[in-house]
Nanobody, 122 residues
Framework: EGQLVESGGGLVQAGGSLRLSCAAS????????IGWFRQAPGKEREGVSC????????DYLDSVEGRFTISKDNAKNTVYLQMNSLNTEDTAVYYC???????????????WGKGTLVTVSS
């Protein structure tokens, strides 16, 4: 059974940076697309970024484009989300998820982590 464990969340001031990690096990990591999703209080979960298997295409939510960077280390079975210039609207629980398909579609992901909380203070 596949498992994903997120880490790196915490409290940061607006304008600061955090790097989230997602450690995977139990499935052929390099054959999976990995995505980051987030859910803010009172809001629906939304896709933040995705790195697709095969060609390594990277996609970003418009509001994080240019501030967040996703990367994948197949040797370490880990995906990272570098988050810079954080603002209060980035406050959310961040989840990583894995899909055996191309791209990251919320209802098509095979495995989910339990999430890590990111809080951005003003």
């Amino acid at each position: 059974e596949g498992q994903l464990v997120e880490s790196g969340g915490g409290l940061v001031q607006a304008g600061g940076s955090l790097r989230l990690s997602c450690a995977a096990s139990g499935f052929p990591f390099e054959d999976y697309s990995i995505g980051w999703f987030r859910q803010a209080p009172g809001k629906e979960r939304e896709g933040v970024s995705c790195i697709s298997h095969g060609d390594g295409r990277k996609d970003y939510l418009d509001s994080v484009e240019g501030r967040f960077t996703i990367s994948k280390d197949n040797a370490k079975n880990t995906v990272y989300l570098q988050m810079n210039s954080l603002n209060t609207e980035d406050t959310a629980v961040y989840y990583c998820a894995a899909s055996d398909g191309y791209g990251c579609y919320e209802f098509g992901m095979n495995y989910w982590g339990k999430g890590t909380l990111v809080t951005v203070s003003s």
